[in-house]
């Protein structure tokens, strides 16, 4: 089956640091998406992209659609506490396929 | 989270025991899944469902079944509980044509 890296598995940050986190597939995917989830809670969604080259922003969190279409990477800008949590990404390679999931990016920020 | 609800948030059970996990949704979204979380997994696909009456297996089916009889309700069900069944379990849902899914809050099933 296809394989979704994501990396780093962990990052130990100081608060104020930008971040970035990428994907990268076996396969070209037709959309990446990125969640993030809380302890104790269930996976939300931060950003979709749905063409090669897409660049799209969500406050603080930027994500692009690689123009290989068989990557994608999640920035962070002047990051804060709350962002801690663990970010994954997803993708699909077809309309009405089985959306895979990287093994996420555990994100500490220290105040 | 975007309208998903999951019952029970959390359960113990006994080897060989069955239970249902429900999963309800009031967006009329097409398509409807359970996920599994195991530590440095990160989610497999159990089953899902692009709509009422159809459902298909995912990446790890075994243990599990699944029924959608209406498009708000995706049960899943364990007929037969094992240990190595303990997980946290996600619902999702979306619309399909979109290719982006909404989560529930996780259920936590303990196995023993």
């Known amino acids: 089956g296809q394989q979704l890296n994501q990396s780093p598995q962990s990052m130990f940050i100081q608060e104020g640091e930008d971040v970035s986190m990428n994907c990268t597939s076996s396969s070209i995917f037709n959309t990446w998406l990125w969640y993030k989830q809380d302890p104790g809670e269930g996976p939300v969604l931060l950003i979709a992209l749905y063409k090669a080259g897409e660049l799209t922003s969500n406050g603080r969190l930027t994500a692009q659609f690689g123009i290989t279409r068989k990557d994608s990477f999640l920035n962070i800008s002047a990051s804060i506490p709350s962002d801690v949590g663990i970010y994954f990404c997803?993708?699909?390679?077809?309309?009405?396929?089985?959306?895979?999931f990287g093994e996420g990016t555990q994100l500490t920020v220290n105040p | 989270n975007a309208g998903v609800t999951q019952t029970p948030k959390f359960q113990v059970l006994k080897t060989g025991q069955s239970m249902t996990l429900q999963c309800a949704q009031d967006?009329?979204?097409?398509?409807m899944s359970w996920y599994r979380q195991d530590p440095g997994m990160g989610l497999r696909l159990i089953h899902y469902s692009v709509g009422a009456g159809i459902t298909d297996q995912g990446e790890v089916p075994n243990g599990y079944n699944v029924s959608r009889s209406t498009t708000e309700d995706f049960p899943l069900r364990l007929l037969s509980a094992a240990p190595s069944q303990t997980s946290v379990y996600f619902c999702?849902?979306?619309?399909?044509?979109?290719?982006?899914?909404?989560f529930g809050e996780g259920s936590w099933l303990t196995v023993v």
């Open positions: 999702a849902s979306g619309v399909d044509r979109r290719n982006t899914i909404y």
């Open positions: 997803a993708g699909r390679e077809t309309s009405g396929s089985r959306l895979t």
């Open positions: 967006m009329n979204h097409e398509y």
